[in-house]
């Protein structure tokens, strides 16, 4: 009769609530309750200012919150289209973006419920578009008026309007105080949605209650606002507390993008680049009105533009959305934009054609539009854009020619069109472009000669135009106009004939010429000593005979370098009788030696063939075999092996033999160990990465190593590339830790699989992606597998014959399905992790064959089901932890038994009933966490009475150290703090089971089901009870044993317990 108290106290609890006449028992998550008394409090603070704009000029949190469509306001207050929800506007806005609305004809029709459409017209194409319910206040003239006013786009008129509210700002402004707590709120809402857990790692006063203008990255006042950008606008100054600017870059905000950015009603700048921020770019976001500089670069960020963007953002000065996974078409209409400066959407998937729109835009200087999917030609209306400076349309699906237009650009410094289908004569005219620097055309189809005239002292530093099909010689005129500034000079890959005049001598500001793959002959001019003598030239695979100048072969450099030292002037063109595939030695491989050579091809320098002959990668001495020294050389060069510390340096001598170098371990003269896990691997001293495209990986050729023992490269953070299949050849391998390289990606490779020496496979804390192989699982040597935290996916493989495996670690992953219950094979095992996936269905027990393991951890996924009692039969179990699941029953009291038990773990579950006796008895239980359960009293005395309990919580708290009774609440369920304890419920509030994290307002099915589990209803009750208990599609008052009166309220109760029924009314 414990019980009985509980029961009257819960049955009070009804009966207040009828008397309440409560709603619906749906309780709202604690972020919309916020969210919900946030925007209460914008509309209250809304109403007081009396906002008089409708152009979003001065934004207001009415634009960023539900409004009420059917309200009813003046014409004069409207603008066409009024859309009270971002959605229906950014919907209204992709329709005239799909239609290009100047070539349609717009009229307004009525249909018999009397609801207007706009009417969209093109020869015999029609398309409409219904208007908000508010239009209906309106006469058809003040329509078409509103219609025409839009539709001709008087932009002129539209600033003006604006310009005028922002010199006449509102007559009851908001009070400086309301505005700083509302900043804050917002502040708040933010941090919680863009993830901000490392905001307060950098700076940990944010949400603390020092103000917003202290927080990390919030600049208040003029220091926040963007001169520039408002520059010749005359908007109203922002106080000087007023948050004008958000600066959170790399953060690694792993968040969405939030909405409430639009109610900051003064910010200039929101930059939030280089982080992880997912999701879409929320319409919204448009209210933001004042905005200036909108950098979200270099995030995860999907979906399209949205069309409100550019349509509302009037101030926007630069705008940067590259390196994301953007989509679809650029937004059409850009009347708001008409003074961009920087526009930079590169790096992303846009498609559809560059937008003509683009030549409204009078400021516009920077345009970078490269690696997308973009196509079709160039508009004409881009050429009108006189103000470029820098234009990058590299990497696209263009094609057509290039507009005589393109010389309007005068003040352009940087012109890059490469990686697409353009065709037609080469423009060679835009090199007299007075401020052009770089000018890049290459991997297009461009075709013709390369003009004779030139502009003289041209400040041309740039050209390349590799990979086209342009012919003739390379004029004398470009080198003796270009001698000055000329640096880089890259025309390679085309039909280029003649000889190399004496006039490249010139070009004494040269350091890079490439000439690959012509049809240059001749010998190189003497001339050429007079130019730099750091000089990388490529004059390879063409005609040229006679020989190199040893100044350009490492003689005449102020450094000799490895290459030079080791093949002298092999190193610009193989020799006479030689070949390499790149037409000179690399760090890799020499210039292999001809075994036959046809007479007219015996005085070519630079072959990067010989007929019927093969080249192995990394052959050095070029005989053709590829040899265990020559590989350790290969990994030096592809890791930028000059970085890794002064102990790897021999790597770089082939004459060194590998037993003498650092990370090398030999038996005998047999090298049986690579640990790199000490060398700066594409790491320089300060711990910067090296060039991505020198940072090469482990080579493929590794799995020639067949006497490899262990290879070990752990904690190498700018590690790139991916696990060499390869590796699955070593057949004696026996330890492979590549840990801890976040740099490197791919699969695993399923090769591994053939590893049947292999005992310790540690892949955890890397990027990799794909499903764990199932080959791996067929080992049956192996005895650590290690692959936490990746980005692995798919299931668990089922069949499991690693007999051997000790350690399974797969946390925090991806991986779904079931456990399969083959586990029960894995008799050796003994730490299971697998928390933070997807895992769904019940705990296998098969569990209870795995006699040795030690640590069970599958917190943080979707199992359902009980606690299988086979856990009890698990004699060195010491930790048990299954915290957020959704598994259910009651707690097996073979449990407590275990005599190495010690942390026992099963919150944010719905498991029910009561604590075992027997973990009141344990000798080696210290921590006991039981919070967000169905749990009920009584607590066992001897857990209370435990005082090393949850860290010594049961010392200060008694059983409140083991969970919070009823009535109160503690973040982790229990009083782990000495001073504070377990915080009582406010008024109205309660909780309904032991160890609670926060406290509730419960409606009568929330009681109702306590009294179920309670009761044991689920077990004891009889039949007609359990078909309709808990059942949310039956009214509660059709709850077997309940009876109401005509108003829906709860009067008696008949509850079945033991053999008797006790009334309560």
Not at 192 to 221: A, M, Q
Not at 600 to 616: A, M, P
Not at 688 to 693: A, H
């Amino acid at each position: 009769m414990e019980l009985l108290p509980l029961l009257l106290s819960l049955l009070a609890l009804i009966v207040d609530k009828s008397r309440a006449q409560p709603s619906a028992h749906t309780v709202s998550k604690e972020d919309d309750a916020e969210l919900n008394e946030f925007v209460a409090s914008s509309n209250e603070t809304s109403a007081e200012s009396d906002p008089s704009n409708t152009q979003g000029n001065e934004t207001s949190s009415q634009h960023c919150v539900a409004a009420d469509s059917n309200a009813d306001e003046g014409v004069d207050e409207i603008e066409l289209p009024v859309m009270n929800h971002p959605k229906y506007e950014e919907e209204f806005f992709s329709l005239l973006n799909e239609l290009n609305v100047d070539d349609w004809d717009v009229t307004l029709q009525q249909d018999q419920d009397m609801n207007y459409h706009l009417l969209f017209e093109r020869d015999d194409i029609l398309k409409t578009f219904p208007l908000p319910e508010i239009y209906n206040n309106l006469s058809e003239e003040e329509i078409i008026k509103l219609a025409v006013d839009y539709f001709d786009q008087q932009d002129e008129e539209w600033e003006e309007q604006e310009l005028e509210h922002d010199q006449n700002p509102t007559k009851r402004p908001r009070t400086a105080k309301s505005r700083r707590l509302r900043e804050a709120k917002i502040l708040s809402l933010v941090y919680k949605k863009i993830g901000g857990s490392n905001i307060l790692k950098t700076d940990g006063r944010w949400l603390s209650n020092e103000p917003v203008c202290r927080w990390y990255g919030v600049v208040c006042g003029h220091r926040g606002q963007h001169k520039a950008g408002m520059k010749g606008r005359n908007p109203t100054p922002p106080p000087d507390d007023a948050v004008t600017a958000i600066q959170l870059n790399n953060l690694d905000l792993d968040g969405t993008l939030p909405t409430e950015f639009a109610m900051m009603e003064h910010l200039s700048q929101l930059i939030l680049r280089n982080n992880k921020i997912r999701g879409t770019i929320p319409p919204e976001l448009a209210y933001a009105s004042r905005l200036c500089v909108l950098d979200i670069s270099n995030n995860r960020l999907t979906g399209s533009v949205p069309a409100l963007l550019s349509t509302k953002t009037r101030f926007m000065y630069q705008i940067h959305l590259n390196r994301n996974q953007l989509k679809g078409p650029l937004p059409r209409n850009m009347r708001a934009w008409k003074k961009l400066w920087l526009m930079d959407v590169s790096q992303n998937g846009f498609s559809g054609t560059i937008p003509r729109q683009l030549a409204q835009m009078e400021d516009l200087a920077i345009l970078s539009m490269g690696d997308n999917l973009f196509s079709g030609t160039l508009p004409l209306s881009l050429f009108e854009v006189t103000t470029l400076q820098m234009l990058d349309l590299g990497t696209n699906l263009l094609e057509g020619t290039v507009p005589y237009g393109i010389m309007n650009f005068e003040r352009l410094y940087d012109l890059n069109l490469a990686e697409n289908s353009f065709s037609g004569t080469f423009p060679s005219e835009v090199l007299a472009l007075p401020e052009l620097h770089s000018f890049i055309i290459s991997h297009n189809m461009f075709q013709g000669t390369l003009s004779e005239e030139w502009v003289s002292d041209s400040k041309v530093g740039l050209i390349h135009a590799s990979h086209n099909q342009l012919n003739g010689t390379i004029p004398r005129s470009l080198m003796v106009s270009m001698q000055s500034n000329l640096g880089s000079l890259d025309l390679s890959y085309n039909q280029l004939r003649g000889t190399m005049h004496t006039e490249i001598g010139l070009l004494t500001a040269l350091h890079t010429i490439d000439v690959m793959g012509n049809q240059i002959e001749g010998t190189l001019p003497t001339e050429m000593l007079r130019m730099n003598p750091n000089l990388r030239l490529n004059f390879t695979d063409n005609m040229i005979t006679g020989t190199i100048p040893p100044m350009f072969c490492g003689e005449g450099a102020p450094t000799n370098n490895i290459l030079y030292r080791e093949f002298g002037c092999d190193a610009v063109l193989c020799r006479p009788g030689t070949f390499n595939p790149h037409g000179h030695a690399t760090l890799h491989s020499s210039c292999r030696v001809c075994d036959s050579i046809l007479p007219e091809h015996k005085n070519l320098l630079g072959r990067v063939s010989c007929e019927g002959q093969h080249y192995v990668h990394g052959d050095l001495d070029g005989d053709g075999i590829l040899s265990s020294r020559e590989i350790l050389r290969m990994i030096y060069i592809d890791n930028i092996g000059k970085w890794w510390g002064a102990a790897y340096q021999a790597w770089a001598d082939i004459n060194i033999h590998e037993c003498e170098l650092a990370g090398i371990t030999c038996s005998g003269k047999r090298m049986t160990t690579i640990d790199l896990s000490n060398a700066n691997l594409c790491s320089s001293s300060d711990r910067q990465p090296g060039p991505i495209k020198f940072c090469l990986g482990i080579p493929s050729e590794v799995g020639l190593l067949t006497d490899l023992d262990a290879f070990q490269a752990t904690r190498r953070q700018y590690l790139r590339g991916t696990i060499p299949t390869e590796f699955g050849n070593l057949s004696k391998l026996r330890l492979l830790d590549l840990s801890s390289c976040p740099s490197m990606q791919g699969t695993i490779p399923s090769e591994l699989g053939r590893l049947s020496s292999l005992r310790y496979l540690f892949l955890g804390h890397n990027p990799f992606k794909g499903t764990i192989p199932a080959s791996l699982f067929l080992l049956t040597n192996l005895e650590k597998l290690h692959l936490t935290k990746n980005r692995l996916t798919g299931t668990m493989p089922t069949v499991l014959r690693a007999t051997n495996l000790k350690e399974l670690m797969i946390s925090r992953n991806d991986v779904g399905g079931t456990l399969p219950t083959q586990i029960g094979r894995l008799g050796a095992l003994e730490n299971f992790e697998g928390y933070g996936n997807d895992f769904t269905g019940t705990l296998p027990t098969e569990l209870g064959k795995c006699t040795s393991l030690k640590r069970i951890d599958v917190f943080n996924n979707k199992l359902t089901g009980t606690l299988p009692t086979e856990i009890a039969s698990m004699e060195r179990l010491q930790i048990f932890h299954v915290k957020e699941n959704k598994l259910t029953g009651t707690i097996p009291s073979g449990i407590g038994d275990l005599p190495s038990l010690s942390w026992f773990d099963i919150s944010e579950n719905t498991i029910y009933g009561t604590v075992p006796m027997s973990f009141a008895t344990s000798g080696s239980l210290k921590d006991l966490r039981i919070a967000d359960n169905q749990i009920h009293d009584p607590l066992p005395q001897g857990l209370c009475e435990n005082k090393s309990m949850n860290g010594g919580a049961t010392q200060h708290s008694g059983c409140a150290g083991v969970a919070c009774p009823l009535g109160t609440y503690e973040n982790l369920g229990y009083a782990n703090e000495q001073d504070v304890g377990c915080r009582k419920c406010e008024s109205g509030q309660s909780t309904l089971y032991l160890g609670s994290t926060k406290c509730r307002t419960f409606s009568t099915y929330d009681i109702l089901s306590m009294y179920y589990d309670v009761m044991g209803g689920s077990r004891a009750w009889p039949k007609e009870y359990r078909n309709t208990w808990q059942n949310e599609s039956i009214p509660i008052c059709e709850w077997y044993g309940i009876r109401c009166d005509d108003q829906g309220e709860i009067v008696s109760m008949n509850f079945p317990f033991s053999d008797d029924h006790y009334m309560f009314g």
